[in-house]
């Protein structure tokens, strides 16, 4: 059975603090993993990571993948309040995708 | 850029009746889309997927005959809760796969389905 993990299930920071949240996976014919941001409605896509070791990076967000390892992780700096959501991890293969529990980000002013 | 609508945002309705859930492309033909669930501060649960023209492939513990998935053209595909039921309350959203975009997912916008 197909699993995506997701660490911690939640947190809860101050404005300007770093966040590291942890995927690990174990899927057959894994394709990709990606990472989304859900706020109060459908998630909006952050990152997608396919190769190993090679950091994407959007603003303050950064995201890398560990296929040896099975597991991603997805880094915010210098948080801001509008960071606060949950944050999901999802693995895709035999095109479809497989979503982690979620880690609920609470960001405090 | 590659947009999915789904209608209703939001839909309160009686135990026993049914109610349908649209989604629709609006900019690219969706050969594929999933079908989710997600109930309070829980993961968005597979429900079934659906390809234009044949019938859908649902995961394991989903009642077909009470969520009904029809994908009658390539740019629109329902999803129907049949005799509704107070449990079945929760956050549906359907995703379609899109090949002109670079990580070939695009999600509906969801709809709370609180039944009464």
């Known amino acids: 059975e197909d699993k995506v993990v997701q660490s911690p299930l939640s947190l809860v920071v101050h404005e300007g603090d770093t966040v590291t949240l942890n995927c690990s996976y174990e899927?057959?014919?894994?394709?990709?993993l990606l990472w989304y941001k859900q706020e109060k409605k459908a998630p909006t896509f952050l990152f997608m990571l396919?190769?190993?070791?090679i950091e994407k990076k959007s603003g303050r967000l950064s995201s890398i993948l560990d296929k040896k390892e099975l597991f991603s992780i997805l880094n915010i700096t210098a948080t801001q309040t509008g960071d606060s959501a949950v944050y999901l991890c999802?693995?895709?293969?035999?095109?479809?995708?497989?979503f982690g529990a979620g880690t609920t980000v609470t960001v405090r002013a | 850029g590659a947009v999915v609508s789904q209608h209703p945002s939001r839909v309160i309705c009686k135990s026993g009746t049914s109610v349908k859930i649209e989604c629709r492309s609006l900019?690219?033909?969706?050969?594929?889309m999933f079908w989710y669930r997600q109930f309070p501060k829980q993961s968005l649960m597979l429900m079934a997927t659906?390809?234009?023209?044949?019938?859908?492939?649902?995961e394991q513990g989903v009642e077909k005959d009470k969520f009904l998935i029809n994908h009658a053209s390539l740019t629109l595909s329902t999803l129907t809760v049949t005799s509704a039921h107070p449990e079945d309350s929760s956050f549906y959203i359907c995703?379609?796969?899109?090949?002109?975009?670079?990580?070939?997912?695009?999600f509906g916008s969801g709809t709370r389905l609180t039944v009464v």
């Open positions: 995703s379609a796969r899109n090949r002109g975009i670079s990580y070939g997912y695009t």
């Open positions: 899927v057959t014919n894994f394709r990709s």
């Open positions: 396919t190769s190993s070791g």
């Open positions: 999802a693995v895709e293969n035999d095109y479809k995708l497989s």
């Open positions: 900019d690219f033909q969706a050969t594929t």
């Open positions: 659906s390809n234009e023209g044949s019938k859908a492939t649902y």
